[in-house]
T-cell receptor
Framework: KAGVTQTPRYLIKTRGQQVTLSCSPISGHRSVSWYQQTPGQGLQFLFEYFSETQRNKGNFPGRFSGRQFSNSRSEMNVSTLELGDSALYLCASSVAGQQNSPLHFGNGTRLTVT | DQQVKQNSPSLSVQEGRISILNCDYT??????FLWYKKYPAEGPTFLIS?????DKNEDGRFTVFLNKSAKHLSLHIVPSQPGDSAVYFCAASLQGKLIFGQGTELSVKP
């Protein structure tokens, strides 16, 4: 069974631009969550989608948005990029959602904002 | 406000000895706790979990202990192996959200 796939692996953008990251979950998984990892901050929860609906949201500004498609694939968008958005963005999928089943993470997209 | 804290950013242990990774939390409403392991350039992988109604869960070399009165969680690895060298994250579940600690980098020396 293929794992969680995130594209692209690396991305370099400049301040003010926008970026879209993609995530393909494990086949059969309907929940997709997004996390931001920065040094010293651990993994910060961005949002979770389940059956195309946002089910949970973390404490990030509205510049961070996401969506989920009918095939469970998900995209995350960051608009008006700031230097502090440089981070590893991780996507995770699970069968039923975070509480009932462990998350399976992709290898992440490393975003650098210059 | 960091609800899940791993106060040790790093830990170094000799191969064959016990590794103990610690995690503290502030919210007594957390109902599920998990540990993940992360190697460089890879996403975290699930290691072991424990429900808040239990105080211990064991899986091979890995044991998780939960002390609810102290709001403290620990992961014991016995015996430690060089391949265990990685960053370990504890996480707590609240209303469907997983809240992670900052991570502890474990180094197991041969």
């Amino acid at each position: 069974k293929a794992g969680v796939t995130q594209t692209p692996r690396y991305l370099i953008k400049t301040r003010g631009q926008q970026v879209t990251l993609s995530c393909s979950p494990i086949s059969g998984h309907r929940s997709v969550s997004w996390y931001q990892q920065t040094p010293g901050q651990g993994l910060q929860f961005l949002f979770e989608y389940f059956s195309e609906t946002q089910r949970n949201k973390g404490n990030f500004p509205g510049r961070f948005s996401g969506r989920q498609f009918s095939n469970s694939r998900s995209e995350m968008n960051v608009s008006t990029l700031e230097l502090g958005d440089s981070a590893l963005y991780l996507c995770a999928s699970s069968v039923a959602g975070q509480q009932n089943s462990p998350l399976h993470f992709g290898n992440g997209t490393r975003l650098t904002v210059t | 406000d960091q609800q899940v804290k791993q106060n040790s950013p790093s830990l170094s242990v000799q191969e064959g000895r016990i590794s103990i990774l610690n995690c503290d939390y502030t919210n007594s409403m957390f109902d599920y706790f998990l540990w993940y392991k992360k190697y460089p350039a890879e996403g975290p992988t699930f290691l072991i979990s424990i429900s808040s109604i239990k105080d211990k869960n064991e899986d091979g070399r890995f044991t998780v202990f939960l002390n609810k009165s102290a709001k403290h969680l620990s992961l014991h690895i016995v015996p430690s192996q060089p391949g265990d060298s990685a960053v370990y994250f504890c996480a707590a579940s609240l209303q469907g959200k997983l809240i992670f600690g900052q991570g502890t980098e474990l180094s197991v020396k041969p």
